[in-house]
């Protein structure tokens, strides 16, 4: 069975600072692929950065990027230049062969200005 | 494209009740997901539909529960015999193959009373 597990239940970033945001995983697949997804306050989930575990290279979007470490099984991400408007829950999440998502149970990031 | 839309947005219902919640997926997408999120965690997987075939359905779906998709467009899911447990947040995904991820609509929050 698969598990996610995001040992920071919050954090807290000032304005235009980095912040990052754990996560470790437990899969017996070979092949599989991470998610960061992040969900406002009553709003729907957003897909931030997707990962495949085949690739060595980090992915990047924009101000996101991950610290991908398969043989430690962890999946971070970094937010950079953080903004007003990255303030939310950010979920980790995991799926091997099986098409269906298992997430972590959350990280709610408060962003100051 | 307007993305994945759940109707209703709220229900709010007596123990008991039989309840129907609607999913309009992205439309080129071929596979569809259900959620359920309880307050403070992350979304749990229920079922998935590749165009009309319901192919894996989670032990959290019980006989009370019934999902559809009948002409591999929209889905349905209903609860029968509604308990207060079964309140959460409904969420419906769509995609169209693991490493593209998968898009989430707004979600139905249930309440029963």
């Known amino acids: 069975a698969q598990t996610v597990t995001q040992s920071q239940p919050e954090m807290s970033v000032q304005e235009a600072e980095t912040v990052t945001l754990s996560c470790t995983y437990d899969?017996?697949?070979?092949?599989?692929?991470l998610f960061w997804y992040k969900q406002p306050p009553s709003r729907q989930m957003i897909l931030v950065i997707r990962q495949e575990a085949y690739k060595q290279q980090n992915a990047t979007e924009n101000r996101f990027s991950v610290n991908f470490q398969k043989a430690a099984k962890s999946f971070s991400l970094k937010i950079s230049d953080s903004q007003l408007g990255d303030a939310a829950m950010y979920f980790c999440a995991s799926e091997g062969g099986s098409e269906k998502l298992v997430f972590g149970k959350g990280t709610k990031l408060t962003v100051n200005p | 494209d307007t993305g994945v839309s759940q109707n209703p947005r709220h229900k709010i219902t007596k123990r008991g009740q039989n309840v129907t919640f609607r999913c309009d997926p992205i439309s080129e997408h071929n596979r569809l997901y259900w959620y359920r999120q309880t307050l403070g965690q992350g979304p749990e997987f229920l079922t998935y539909?590749?165009?009309?075939?319901?192919?894996?359905k989670s032990r959290l779906l019980s006989d009370r529960f019934s999902a559809e998709r009948p002409k591999g467009s929209f889905s349905t899911l209903e609860i029968q015999r509604t308990e207060q447990g079964d309140s959460a947040m409904y969420l419906c995904a769509s995609g169209s193959g693991t490493q593209e991820g998968q898009f989430f609509g707004p979600g139905t929050r249930l309440t029963v009373l």
């Open positions: 539909f590749q165009n009309e075939a319901q192919l894996e």
């Open positions: 899969t017996s697949e070979s092949d599989y692929y």
